[in-house]
């Protein structure tokens, strides 16, 4: 649906010039919710203005659905930016307007007649809840109100992509959870692709497919949100993801010393992911019975990444070494993943 | 007070209300047109057009910075190509007009320029064409400082028809001067002041009501 290819863009000032995206690669399927997310000047918010041409890419190709914008004039990149709904952190509603006669301007814009710009208005209005509110002004409108008015003008063209430059960012937690509800609820609705960007990992884990972690106008990491969630490669990305999964060790090993080789009476430290369906077998359990060995749980958290669980444990296995080695081994072999720590010697143990 | 007195009082009023209220007009028609023109071809805005936009402000700054009664001898062969005359009430309307047209031109471009870009933005990503962003949008959401802002210039152009006077305009400043003042006829003075007081109120008044109906925010 949208694919973008070696994007560039330099900002040339009198005495220095930015270079703010450095070659962007990104891929959008039709019907995903793709998210997008960086620290502020991280080239997020340029690379997305690039998709409706808002931004004029430096260099590189923008094509949507099919179109190139890049080598398009500008009567007919009007066209096809009916077609490119796009909602702003700031709502940027006309304040001169009613609730109804904002949603109505994109229609009026497209030379809509009248009374289908009526009957589109009030499904819209609906739609995002605000019927009630249609002969209000914006000034008159809580945060939440106006963004569900931004998406009802963004979604009165029919568009066949949504782009959210930080839609839920001057919003509190509460009303980004519906905001990003609503936004969900439209993207299964009518099979719209979705692009955001957010400087907020939480937004991502909400509503999204794929993510792209952007960094000094590079992307350094892309996959599926639960790939990147649970593997994160870049320092930035595992940054962005310790808000919501820890990937860090508890505060209380800082002091300590891990051996990379096992010594006669050392315990091995290990962290388990369970992704989906292997989060609710009784692994450890078994493992227990098996090796004779004993198991402390020293942090484990379970987290759902929409509807996939996805848990962390972190454990500590004493017994014979023997029998570690190969609680190990059996624990290479399920389906999770698994990360060796280190071992640690009975008298420095951490717990116990 | 004479009958005499009353019929060059209401004609005075007459000259006045209609040199103002003609360059007003006028002013309106080619201020409100600047103003946008001189923001629109600004750097990054939708027409970006800066040496267009230098030379235009060069121009318009160089209006403003003439003192009228200046400005109104100064272009009098301007006047006589215009107004096919260089005296009277209609003469006085051509130099009205262009001090009043650059000043309302500067008062539109700070109101639009208030206006949020965002919007511009919003309505460009939705495929608005920059005469669409023009008049559904930049217009309309500056309309209530626009419509201050030509409340003020009328008020500028009561003060401003006080010298019209001095190329046989006529109105109540003329008439202050050569009856208050030349006569010592101090009655006609303080009329005079009174009536241009209570012009500067209804029409302030006007222009704030108007603005506060139209104020959404």
């Given at each position: 649906m949208i694919e973008l290819t070696g994007i560039e863009k330099v900002y040339n000032d009198r005495s220095s010039s930015t270079h703010a995206l450095k070659g962007v690669d990104l891929t959008v399927r039709q019907g995903e919710i793709y998210g997008i997310i960086g620290k502020s000047g991280a080239g997020k918010s340029t690379l997305i203005r690039c998709i409706n041409m808002l931004e004029q890419p430096t260099k590189g190709t923008v094509i949507v659905d099919g179109n190139d914008l890049t080598t398009m004039p500008d009567n007919k990149l009007r066209?096809?930016?009916?077609?490119?709904?796009?909602?702003?952190?700031?709502?940027?509603?006309?304040?001169?307007?009613?609730?109804?006669?904002?949603?109505?301007?994109?229609?009026?814009?497209?030379g809509i007649n009248k009374q289908e710009i009526e009957k589109r208005v009030s499904n819209l209005l609906d739609l995002v809840g605000l019927a009630d509110k249609k002969d209000q002004y914006p000034a008159q409108l809580s945060g939440g109100q106006k963004q569900r008015v931004g998406i009802a003008r963004a979604l009165a063209n029919q568009p066949k992509v949504l782009l959210c430059d930080e839609a839920t960012s001057a919003l509190d937690p509460q009303t980004t959870k519906s905001i990003l509800e609503l936004l969900k609820t439209i993207n299964q609705k009518f099979a719209l692709t979705i692009v955001l960007i957010t400087h907020e990992m939480q937004v991502i884990k909400e509503i999204c497919d794929k993510v792209a972690v952007i960094e000094d106008g590079v992307i350094i990491e892309q996959g599926t949100v639960i790939d990147v969630f649970t593997r994160p490669e870049a320092p930035t990305t595992r940054d962005f993801i310790r808000n919501i999964i820890n990937h860090d060790l508890p505060d209380m090993f800082n002091k300590t010393t891990f051996l990379s080789e096992p010594t006669a009476d050392s315990n091995l430290v290990v962290r388990l992911s369970f992704i989906g369906n292997s989060a609710e077998e009784p692994i450890i359990s078994s493992m227990i019975r098996r090796f004779n060995i004993d198991a402390s749980i020293l942090y484990a958290n379970i987290d759902h990444i929409q509807n996939t669980p996805f848990g962390t444990l972190l454990l500590e296995l004493s017994g014979e070494q023997g029998a570690q080695q190969n609680a190990l081994t059996?624990?290479?072999?399920?389906?999770?993943?698994i990360e060796v720590i280190g071992y640690v010697t009975r008298f420095n143990r951490a717990v116990g | 007070m004479s009958q005499d007195l009353i019929e060059l009082l209401v004609k005075s009023l007459w000259e006045t209300t209609y040199m103002v209220a003609a360059s007003s007009l006028l002013a309106t028609l080619f201020g409100i047109p600047l103003g946008v023109i001189l923001v629109v071809t600004d750097k990054g805005h939708i027409l970006e057009n800066l040496p267009f936009n230098r030379v235009l402000g060069i121009i318009v700054n160089a209006t403003r910075s003439t003192p009228f009664i200046i400005l109104m001898v100064a272009i009098i062969p301007l006047t006589r190509i215009i107004a096919g005359t260089s005296i009277g009430t209609n003469a006085a309307i051509v130099p009205l007009t262009i001090a009043a047209a650059p000043f309302l031109a500067r008062v539109v471009e700070t109101a639009i320029k208030e206006v949020d870009f965002g919007v511009v933005e919003a309505a460009k990503a939705m495929g608005a064409s920059p005469r669409e962003i023009i008049a559904k949008v930049l217009l309309p959401e500056a309309m209530p400082s626009i419509v201050l802002g030509v409340t003020l210039t009328i008020i500028s152009l009561i003060g401003y028809s006080a010298m019209a006077g001095t190329i046989g305009g006529g109105g109540l400043g003329d008439l202050a001067i050569r009856y208050g003042y030349q006569r010592f006829r101090a009655d006609i003075m303080i009329i005079t002041v009174l009536i241009l007081i209570a012009q500067v109120q209804i029409v302030q008044s006007l222009g704030d009501y108007l603005a506060g109906r139209l104020n959404k925010k």
């Open positions: 066209e096809i930016r009916k077609k490119i709904g796009m909602i702003f952190q700031h709502f940027n509603l006309l304040s001169t307007r009613t609730v109804a006669q904002n949603i109505a301007f994109p229609l009026e814009l497209a059996y624990l290479n072999a399920q389906e999770l993943g | -």
